[in-house]
């Protein structure tokens, strides 16, 4: 037998012996799921699976959440043990008057969590604790991003958790990171955030008209100053449009945006600007820019 | 920036929060209760440019501060006002361990208090007081919102003797609280039933004036004369003067922003404006009191927004009823309400719950601030400034 068949063999064989495991422990109370669960000789799939009967239990018996919790604060636990807890607590969160009275705890745990060795688990509870506005989250993050060296976390993925806060005071340091960013997905979560600023319009203005940024910077510096100052946006866009040499997704962006939220045109205005749009139709050789064209002549005859 | 706070104290710069918490510490005496009641008002320096958290979190630092140094009657309302309408954890528990501070039981705190549990039970969290910034895991005590509103009660023994419903309903959903939650709920459900014989006669008489938000006609503006200059434009996008809003008929004028979070303050306040027209209808009087909303957010709230927002929230527009943002600078109509309202880096950060009446001449009549108004009485305050004579008002249109 070669090793390929040798190794396939062994994993169907393994994974037969997981389902029937599986099924055993499908088949258990929540009392013996519990049991399994903390029980550190049972194998790490026994446990896995009596996890989700644990959650499962938790509406008839909300005491388990502790159980749960425990679990989670456990450093010394199977990091693939700890993953699938926090996963069912966010579900069992959801039972908002069941989770209540346990949820002081485990917030608490996860921010003693933000310091985890295990990457994924740090990443998870600063994603729960900052939707929640979680002061501690939102400043380890901040610290993170104004000094590297104690980043917890990607800069783009610590600018996407504290974008949860539209009133946390990361503005500024926001408009830092587009001027100086450490890496273009960072500066282009920075600037979806921006959104929010009223005071960042010159700046989104600025990315957006500026040739020599990347495409999906600029894409999304247009949705933000959308949202933000539309008329300024609109003159924008306008120009984009209409500029050949400009990027087609960009293009195709900004005809989108003005299909769906343009101000009607004089009907003098209507028949060159409209016309050149409608002109993209046939002539633009990105199937995209011609979409985004087509539907913008159609929302505007219809 | 530099402020010298307490008098004794040498000068601090408010742009350090941690230079703030640090002479939160350190307060004591009047002296001491006087820089905590500056840090109650939201215009205060040390809020400017900073975000909700960090404001909460320094609001709340000095807030729960009362409980060392004393809590003055002048500074009640600002713990009530977060007892009524607070949803935040810290800020909650901030202000129930600060009403500790009051040198006696008082009785009249206590359906504020009661009104907080039901705000915060859902919305709990571990918290501390005992440093500042924390670091997680906690060294030292930790605590909930629950637990010092429950201690607060506790302290209040038989003056909150009518809460032990409430807290018996609690105690039979308290499985998997916290255990500073649990015990703090024990000891409140026995202080409360203690025997009312132990009370002084001091005691019995320290219930003091009910605690109500009473239209306010002393109050006068930061600045003399009204905005008359000031530009808004409407939620269709209409441009109007200050004069053409609130010049004619008497006015209710609320102020609120789009994305404001907290339920029982900004889109508590103009789902009560909405029943405030119903109201005016129902009384026979549409047309002759006008109610607008004004934003403190006016560079976001567009006019698309404010429609939204309005409609979403039972607002029936037009000439008389409309929500409004200026187009010119917010501050002439902020000095002249005297809006308690701060702001960070992008938008608000703390604001209290704030309703006038503008007398036909533009000219305030009545404030409602800080605790829920009530609609009726907003109408009825309205109604009076009808048939008073109207003023010449003096000033352009």
Known sequence: ?302 | MIVAGARSAPPIDLRDDDAVAHRVDSVEGPDGQAFLIELMDERHPVYRGRGTTRTIQIRGYAMAAFARVGLPDRALMFLIEELESGVDAFLVAAAARGLRGLDGPERRVVPFLLRALCNIRDRDELLTFATYKPTWPVVGETTTALAEILRTLALLGPHAAFALPQLVELEAGSVGMPAVTRDALQEAIRSVQADPGVLTEADCCRGGEPITPRPDTRRTPRTGQPPFRTRFEDQAGAPVTYGEAFIGAPSVVVFFYTRCTNPNKCSLTITKLARLQQAIGAAGLAGRIRTAGITYDPAFDLPPRLRSYGENRGMRFGPDDRLLRTTTALGPVEGYFDLGVGFGAATVNRHRIEAFVVGPDGRLGASFSRLQWDVTEVRDAAIRLIRQPHPSHGGPT
């Open chain 1, 1 to 302: 037998m070669d090793v390929a068949e040798y190794r396939k063999r062994t994993e169907a064989a393994l994974e037969a012996a997981r389902v029937e495991r599986a099924e055993r422990v499908d088949e258990a109370t929540p009392a013996e799921a519990l049991g399994r669960l903390l029980d550190g000789a049972t194998p790490v799939g026994e446990r896995l699976a009596a996890l989700q009967i644990v959650g499962r239990a938790a509406a008839e018996d909300p005491t388990v959440i502790d159980r749960l919790v425990d679990v989670l604060a456990d450093t010394a636990a199977l990091p693939e043990l700890r993953e699938g807890a926090v996963e069912v607590l966010q579900g069992l969160a959801f039972l908002v008057t069941v989770f209540a009275p346990y949820r002081p705890r485990y917030h608490e745990v996860l921010r003693a969590m933000v310091d985890d060795p295990n990457p994924i688990l740090r990443r998870r509870a600063l994603a729960i604790l900052a939707r929640y506005k979680d002061e501690y989250a939102q400043r380890r993050l901040t610290e993170g991003l104004e000094h590297p060296t104690k980043a917890l976390l990607p800069a783009a993925k610590a600018i996407q958790y504290l974008g949860y806060d539209i009133h946390a005071e990361y503005f500024p340091l926001l408009r830092r990171i587009v001027e100086k960013p450490p890496t273009v997905s960072a500066k282009r979560e920075a600037i979806r955030l921006l959104a929010a600023d009223p005071s960042s319009k010159t700046l989104l203005s600025r990315v957006l008209n500026d040739k020599s940024e990347p495409s999906r910077v600029r894409q999304m510096s247009a949705l933000a100053l959308q949202s933000l100052a539309p008329t300024s946006f609109e003159r924008a866009a306008r120009q984009i449009s209409l500029d050949d040499t400009e990027d087609d997704r960009l293009r195709a962006t900004t005809i989108g945006a003005l299909a769906r939220y343009g101000t009607p045109e004089p009907v003098s205005r209507r028949s060159t600007f409209s016309r050149r749009i409608s002109e993209i139709q046939t002539t633009a050789s990105s199937p995209q820019l011609r979409r985004a064209s087509k539907s913008y002549v159609d929302r505007r005859s219809g």
